[in-house]
């Protein structure tokens, strides 16, 4: 397992000026045409305006912090994205509208290649998880402020925005956190077996 910090993060402003993605980490992927097999990324949006379509990719979001932001998913309305809220997930091919009235919104997105990975994102509230066990064949933990972690009696301090990857099946971090802390648990799971 690795720690990686926000500081870290590969930094990609948006063409349209309205945002900034920063990577936190992804999978390259051998499919003709396809960038990567998954990829892990916070972004900052900064106002109002499309967001990019990724055809054969499906994806979901969550406000981390900030503004809330209105998704218009093909035309109609999407549940707001509140800070620390629930996961959405939606087609990368759709045609996504983020109305955001002002101020700045910091969101974690996870993206899968429809037809070669699945992936699931779960929000922890970590007054009452404070074990998480790897169920997937890609773990990966985003915490959204200081947390201690405990992996095979080595501590870990993370900090908001860092991210731990390389969690194995059946790995088990041990987490301490006050009581209104909350991270993301993304888990990713291939339907073929990836070239190596």
Same mark, same amino acid.
């Given at each position: 397992m690795? $720690? $990686?910090? +926000?500081?870290? &993060?590969? =930094?990609m402003p948006w063409k349209n000026g309205l945002g900034v993605t920063h990577e936190v980490a992804l999978e390259p992927s051998t499919v003709d045409? +396809?960038?990567f097999l998954w990829r892990v990324s916070l972004a900052t949006i900064k106002g109002s305006g499309p967001f990019?379509?990724?055809p054969g990719i499906d994806r979901s979001i969550v406000a981390l912090k900030g503004n809330t932001v209105q998704l218009i998913v093909d035309g109609n309305p999407s549940?707001? $994205?509140v800070a620390l809220g629930t996961p959405f997930t939606f087609l990368g091919e759709a045609i996504v509208e983020a109305v955001n009235d002002g101020g700045e919104t910091t969101d974690l997105n996870i993206m899968t290649l429809? @037809? &070669?990975a699945t992936h699931v994102m779960k929000r922890l509230d970590l007054a009452t998880v404070k074990t998480v066990t790897g169920k997937h064949d890609v773990s990966i933990i985003v915490f959204t402020e200081r947390a201690q972690c405990v992996i095979e009696d080595r501590p870990l301090q993370a900090g908001a925005f860092d991210a731990l990857v390389e969690i194995g099946? @059946? @790995?088990s971090v041990h987490i301490t956190a006050e009581n =209104? +802390?909350?991270a993301y648990l993304i888990g990713i799971d291939f339907k073929q077996p990836r070239s190596m």
């Open positions: 690795r $720690l $990686l910090r +926000a500081r870290e &993060h590969k =930094t045409g +396809a960038q990019s379509v990724f549940p707001k $994205l429809r @037809d &070669h099946f @059946d @790995d =209104t +802390a909350v």
